[in-house]
């Protein structure tokens, strides 16, 4: 009853030439009616991509935003642009925003507000450090990002909304969780938002992401809550990425 979600977060990668090989090969070789694919590019080749899939079902998103609407900060984009730009997600809170941008969960959960607002589903991004794993505080880092969002976007946000767990220590390091490790975490994040809301938590998809590939992309989506993945790496490799496509259709 969740349809997945594959999403490509391509970073601070790519050039005109790049994006147009790498596009062209995700849009002559994917056919996939069953899976919902999302590109995130840097927000300077939006326009570039969004001409390359306009014909296809891909999705267009942005990796941040700005949660004011318009005005004077200098560097920064609004939802309104996105969306303009022809946008239906962004990506938020990711562990790099909050870590080399301090983002904080206020500052996440003000974000998922103008995202919303705009009428683009966010795809807010909780996980925890190895620090934080070690000392088996998991559960409650998690807790904690969620409910920061829950308590000032309400639940009924949720109801147009993509959550991605992201272990950090998973990310870019070639380290995955382990498909029960996932799973594990997945269901306490549907637990969190069920206590809020069951029919909203079943309902939404919750992606894993940190060092999915092709070989580990169909065991991670086997498990019963992991609804599909935010891809980084192997994003950028349309082999990869077409076969990460590829195992969260079955
Ligand atoms: P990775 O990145 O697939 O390269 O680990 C995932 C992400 O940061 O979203």
Redesign the pocket.
Known sequence: MRKPLIAA?W?MNGTLETNQKLVGALVEQLNLPAVDILICPPAVYISQVQSLVSKTDIRLGGQTLNQHDAGAFTGEISALMLKDLGCSYVILG???RRTIYAETDACVAAKFIAAVAAGLVPVL?VGETLEERQQEKTLQVIERQISEVVKVAGIEAFKNAVVAY?PVW????GKTATPEQAQDIHAAIRGILANANAAIAAATRILY????NAANAATLFAEQDIDGG?????SLKPDDFISICQAADA
């Open positions: 977060n970073k990711h562990s790099e991004c992201e998973a990310i870019g390091t992401g940190g060092s999915v935010l891809i980084g790496g192997a």
